[in-house]
């Protein structure tokens, strides 16, 4: 019974982490669009921003939600890769367009490594409650 109610903390925590990550990227990207409306900055810069942007949403909301200790980098790796599964959902529909390319592996591989590193990162910041 206990350790059903410990893998059900365990989801509730990414999806929690899950919501706020996608809340985190959208309000990045409309800063950054903000940003690229008053500056002049070049084209080529805004797939690194973007990345930059998926790595820092995908720390930051490890760092807020996720609150257990075992296995982070595991735990961070599979977030890491849900995250980019959600956000490849949400930003295709809010574009119309579902496009399945070496950029969604690209994206899925930096996603895992970002979760997996953020994992390790906030198992060692982190206290468990």
């Known amino acids: 019974m206990e350790k ?41 810069y805004i797939a690194i921003v973007n990345q930059v942007i998926k790595c820092l949403s995908i720390l930051l909301s490890m760092l807020i939600c996720f609150t257990r200790r075992p296995n982070g980098w595991l735990r961070g790796f599979i977030f890491g890769i849900a995250y980019i599964v959600v956000s490849f959902v949400i930003f295709s529909t809010f574009s119309s367009q579902f496009t399945f390319d070496l950029q969604l592996l690209n994206d899925c591989v930096l996603g895992g490594v970002s979760g997996l590193i953020s994992g390790i990162i906030v198992v060692n910041v982190k206290k468990e409650k």
């Open 4 to 44: 059903t109610i410990k893998n059900a903390g365990s989801v509730w925590e990414f999806v929690k982490a899950l919501i706020v990550s996608v809340i985190l990227t959208l309000l990045m990207v409309l800063i950054f669009a903000a940003v690229i409306r008053f500056l002049s900055i070049d084209t080529k």
